[in-house]
């Protein structure tokens, strides 16, 4: 598996007009995309940080993922998004090597990329995504 970078770091966010005003006014930052994924029932919004991105996540129902995040642990960071040139054959390495899988398949995320979640419950309790663009 290669690891490039931290692709993003995803922090659920209950209100995502607020939050994007926190990151452009308080810290410097500036909103370069919003979109939303229906599938996962999550609006996003991203900041660039160098090679690295801030993705806000709000949820779009309250029984979807980051609506259930939020509800049990709060506003946060959600996951560790690492940018790998092949999702398909980094989740076979790390399904070898024994760590539990959300995803078996790739699926599309934010910005058409492809994307799969590892478990927390094998990854350290941290949610891990890889992303890449093929």
């Keep these: 598996m290669e690891i490039s970078h931290i692709e993003h770091i995803g922090i659920a966010v209950k209100n995502l007009e607020e939050s994007i005003k926190y990151y452009e006014s308080i810290l410097g930052l500036k909103c370069y995309a919003v979109e939303e994924v229906a ?50 054959g980094s989740l076979k390495e790390v399904e070898d090597k024994g760590i539990k899988l959300i995803d078996k398949a790739p699926r599309k995320g934010a910005e058409g990329l492809n994307i799969a979640f590892l478990h927390p419950k094998s990854t350290n309790g941290i949610l891990i995504e890889f992303c890449s663009e093929k």
């Design 39 to 88: 599938d996962q029932k999550v609006k996003t919004a991203f900041f660039k940080v160098g090679d690295t991105k801030i993705e806000l996540l709000q949820s779009t129902d309250a029984e979807g993922p980051i609506g259930k995040f939020i509800e049990k642990k709060g506003e946060g960071i959600h996951h560790l998004a690492f940018a790998v040139k092949d999702v398909v």
